[in-house]
Every structure is written in structure tokens, then in C-alpha cells.
């Protein structure tokens, strides 16, 4: 009985006919569908009772990608086929030089397919596409989080941030200053802004990372590891944060070794020699179930729209959050590392 009360009052929680708070267009709509044959059964596992075509952000046909290493060819990539409907987190999993990586990039745009067809955000990824059509593909929509931070050292937690628009504009207008401080707000790091990565936990850095692939408000994140150096605790906190951002419309494909964090996805593509192997549906009740254990996302219901994610200690202290706002753990200020005086 109780567990009945507890599935029924939650159960609406994770429907996604939600308003998003960062668009008014309704880009949620679009997730009340899946690719069949599962195309009736919504995203928070709400049935929909019309079926809507689902909406493909990335297509692939027979893809391959051969690397060439002197005058031999490295297959990384055997004939993919993969459709991936907007509005999901899809994981890829598979043992190391199994492609992963090699795919993630092709979908970024960072390497061209040898053979086959790949679509992103409805543009075709070709060898010897236009350069400026792919530098608009990648700052219109594509992010990037990779497994090492890749944060600048000599640069703070805001000028790294700032960088993407710097590098794009040149100059840093009041705008994109805000817009910055209010990524790193909404990733928990608003309080962090004038640290270098090394006064950063792993965490936090990665935090810095997901901020900064936030700047042009990408339509898919791509994810490379994210949380491959990171604890479980650091591992929790920046889940929670991609699960937050793809209740909000944005597509996560996400590659992980950690077979733990499978049920947070809609779909784990599993891959080996280049090729997938298997195509496994996460049940959107049990992924519900583990989004919920996970603790500390609050979707409020259809009236609100908004998704916080809020720190255990503010929470038990009552202290009342702002909902559009993600407040992440707070962790202590390290002191930089002496690189030096550390070897000796
Ligand atoms: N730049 C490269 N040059 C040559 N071979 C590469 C390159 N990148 C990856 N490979 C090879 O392609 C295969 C797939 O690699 P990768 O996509 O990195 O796999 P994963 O990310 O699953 O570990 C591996 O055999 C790897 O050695
Ligand atoms: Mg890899």
C-alpha cells in the first residue's frame, strides 16, 4: 500500500510535460516518444496515448571510421547504425578500444567518417565538409565534457568559462559575462569564480567543464568519460547535474566505463570491435526508481517546470532554494598545488 502511495505521488514528478525553464519553445515535447518499437511509452514512463514520430538529433548509416597509422589502417569503427532521438541520455559502454571515443568524436565533428552517413542536428558530416558549416554546427549545438578537464591552469574558474565566447567574439560583453556567472551558478560553482584548477577538487573542475560546454546553450552534450576521475561521492554530484540539464531538453551521449550508472539512461549502447553489439532500453520505471534513489533532483509537478538539484546541507537545514538554480555539495578550498616543491 505504501509502496503504491509512494509510486503514484511520484510517479508525475518525472512526467516531461514540464515547462522548460531555459526555453519557451517545448522541447520536452519531443520526449514523450522513443524510437520503436517502444515509440508509445514516454520518457518518464507515461504512457502517450498519440503516437508522435520520434524526433532524431543524430542518424547514422553503416559508419565507419579506419585510422591511418603509417601505411596501415586501424579500424575503429566497423559499419554503425544508430538513431538517437532528441531529448535523451544515451550511455556507450564497452571495453577499451572498443570505439567509443572514435564515435563521440565523428558525432562532435572533431574527426570526419571514412564510410556511411552521419547526420547531426540535421546537418550531414562528410570528409572535406565546409569548415565554417562545421564551426556553426559545433557552436550552435554541440558541447563537449571530456574525461580530463581540460581546464586552463593559468586561468580562473570564470575566465575559463569566458573562454568559448572570447575565443567566438573577441571581446567579453556584460552579457556574456552574466551568462557565465550564471552557468557557474547553476552548476554550484558561483561561489568559485576567481579559482584556478588547481584550488578545484576533480569535481569541481569537471563542474567548470560542464559551465563551460554550457556557453552556447548546446542541444547535445557529448561526454567523454566525465566522471572516469572522479569518486563515487564527485560521481553522484555530477550525475545528478546531467540528469538535471537532460530533464531540461538537453541530449546527453554520454561514453562511461561504469556499468553502475547505466540506469540513469534511456539507452546504453554497448559496443565491441567497432561495432554495436547491443542496443539495451533502459525500463523507465527502473530508471526512474534510480534517478529518485539517487536523491536530491526535485521536479516539481506540472505547474512549476523547473528542476533543482539542491545540497544535502542546505536542505536539512530548511534553507529555502531557488528553484531555478542547481546548488551543488559544497566541498572545501584547496590550497594550489605546489608542483615543484612537491617533486623535490
Ligand atoms: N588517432 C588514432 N590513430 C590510430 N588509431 C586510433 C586513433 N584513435 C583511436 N585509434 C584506435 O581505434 C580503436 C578504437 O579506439 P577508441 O575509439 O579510442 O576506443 P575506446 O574509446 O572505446 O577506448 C583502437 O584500436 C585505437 O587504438
Ligand atoms: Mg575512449
Given at each position: 500500500?505504501?509502496?503504491?502511495?509512494?509510486?503514484?505521488?511520484?510517479?508525475?514528478?518525472?512526467?516531461?510535460?514540464?515547462?522548460?525553464?531555459?526555453?519557451?519553445?517545448?522541447?520536452?515535447?519531443?520526449?514523450?516518444?522513443?524510437?520503436?518499437?517502444?515509440?508509445?511509452?514516454?520518457?518518464?514512463?507515461?504512457?502517450?496515448?498519440?503516437?508522435?514520430?520520434?524526433?532524431?538529433?543524430v542518424?547514422?548509416?553503416?559508419?565507419?571510421?579506419?585510422y591511418?597509422?603509417?601505411?596501415?589502417?586501424?579500424?575503429?569503427?566497423?559499419?554503425?547504425?544508430l538513431?538517437?532521438?532528441?531529448?535523451?541520455f544515451?550511455?556507450?559502454?564497452?571495453?577499451?578500444?572498443?570505439g567509443?571515443?572514435?564515435?563521440?568524436?565523428?558525432?562532435?565533428?572533431?574527426?570526419?567518417?571514412?564510410?556511411?552517413?552521419?547526420?547531426?542536428?540535421?546537418?550531414?558530416?562528410?570528409?572535406?565538409?565546409?569548415?565554417?558549416?562545421?564551426?556553426?554546427?559545433?557552436?550552435?549545438?554541440?558541447g563537449?565534457?571530456?574525461?580530463?578537464?581540460?581546464?586552463?591552469g593559468?586561468?580562473?574558474?570564470?575566465?575559463?568559462?569566458?573562454?568559448?565566447?572570447?575565443?567566438?567574439?573577441?571581446?567579453a560583453?556584460?552579457?556574456?559575462?552574466?551568462?557565465?556567472?550564471?552557468?557557474?551558478?547553476?552548476?554550484?560553482?558561483?561561489?568559485?569564480?576567481?579559482?584556478?584548477?588547481?584550488?578545484?577538487?576533480?569535481?569541481?573542475?569537471?563542474?567548470?567543464?560542464?559551465?563551460?560546454?554550457?556557453?552556447?546553450?548546446p542541444?547535445?552534450?557529448?561526454?567523454?568519460?566525465?566522471?572516469?576521475?572522479?569518486?563515487?561521492?564527485?560521481?553522484?554530484?555530477i550525475?545528478?547535474?546531467?540528469?538535471?540539464?537532460?530533464?531540461?531538453?538537453?541530449?546527453?551521449?554520454?561514453?562511461?566505463?561504469?556499468?553502475?550508472?547505466?540506469?540513469?539512461a534511456?539507452?546504453?549502447?554497448?559496443?565491441?570491435?567497432?561495432?554495436?553489439?547491443?542496443?539495451?532500453?533502459?525500463?523507465?520505471?527502473?530508471?526512474?526508481?534510480?534517478?529518485?534513489?539517487?536523491?536530491?533532483?526535485?521536479?516539481?509537478?506540472?505547474?512549476?517546470?523547473?528542476?533543482?538539484?539542491?545540497?544535502?546541507?542546505?536542505?536539512?537545514?530548511?534553507?529555502?532554494?531557488d528553484?531555478?538554480?542547481?546548488?551543488?555539495?559544497?566541498?572545501?578550498?584547496?590550497?594550489?598545488?605546489?608542483?615543484?616543491?612537491?617533486?623535490?
Amino acid at each position: 500500500m505504501v509502496i503504491f502511495f509512494v509510486r503514484h505521488y511520484l510517479r508525475p514528478r518525472y512526467t516531461m510535460r514540464v515547462t522548460p525553464t531555459t526555453s519557451p519553445a517545448t522541447r520536452n515535447e519531443e520526449r514523450d516518444v522513443d524510437p520503436p518499437p517502444a515509440s508509445h511509452v514516454a520518457v518518464g514512463g507515461v504512457h502517450s496515448l498519440t503516437s508522435v514520430v520520434p524526433e532524431y538529433i543524430v542518424q547514422m548509416h553503416n559508419l565507419h571510421k579506419t585510422y591511418l597509422l603509417g601505411i596501415e589502417g586501424v579500424p575503429a569503427l566497423r559499419g554503425v547504425d544508430l538513431k538517437v532521438v532528441k531529448g535523451h541520455f544515451v550511455m556507450l559502454l564497452g571495453k577499451s578500444g572498443s570505439g567509443k571515443t572514435s564515435l563521440l568524436n565523428l558525432i562532435g565533428t572533431i574527426d570526419q567518417p571514412t564510410r556511411g552517413d552521419l547526420n547531426v542536428c540535421g546537418i550531414n558530416v562528410k570528409h572535406g565538409m565546409n569548415d565554417a558549416v562545421v564551426a556553426d554546427l559545433r557552436l550552435q549545438h554541440l558541447g563537449f565534457v571530456f574525461q580530463t578537464f581540460n581546464l586552463i591552469g593559468s586561468m580562473t574558474a570564470f575566465e575559463n568559462v569566458m573562454l568559448p565566447t572570447l575565443l567566438k567574439n573577441g571581446t567579453a560583453t556584460a552579457e556574456a559575462k552574466a551568462n557565465a556567472l550564471r552557468l557557474l551558478q547553476r552548476v554550484g560553482m558561483g561561489d568559485r569564480l576567481d579559482h584556478y584548477p588547481s584550488q578545484l577538487s576533480g569535481g569541481e573542475q569537471q563542474r567548470v567543464t560542464i559551465a563551460r560546454a554550457l556557453v552556447n546553450s548546446p542541444s547535445i552534450l557529448l561526454l567523454d568519460e566525465p566522471t572516469g576521475d572522479l569518486d563515487s561521492k564527485n560521481t553522484e554530484t555530477i550525475m545528478r547535474l546531467l540528469i538535471g540539464l537532460n530533464l531540461e531538453g538537453v541530449t546527453m551521449i554520454m561514453v562511461t566505463h561504469d556499468p553502475n550508472l547505466k540506469s540513469y539512461a534511456h539507452r546504453c549502447i554497448h559496443m565491441m570491435d567497432g561495432r554495436i553489439y547491443n542496443d539495451e532500453r533502459i525500463a523507465p520505471e527502473v530508471r526512474e526508481k534510480n534517478i529518485l534513489e539517487l536523491g536530491g533532483i526535485d521536479i516539481p509537478n506540472q505547474n512549476g517546470g523547473k528542476v533543482s538539484v539542491v545540497v544535502d546541507d542546505a536542505k536539512n537545514s530548511g534553507e529555502k532554494q531557488d528553484e531555478s538554480v542547481i546548488v551543488m555539495r559544497r566541498t572545501e578550498v584547496r590550497k594550489p598545488r605546489k608542483f615543484y616543491s612537491d617533486l623535490l
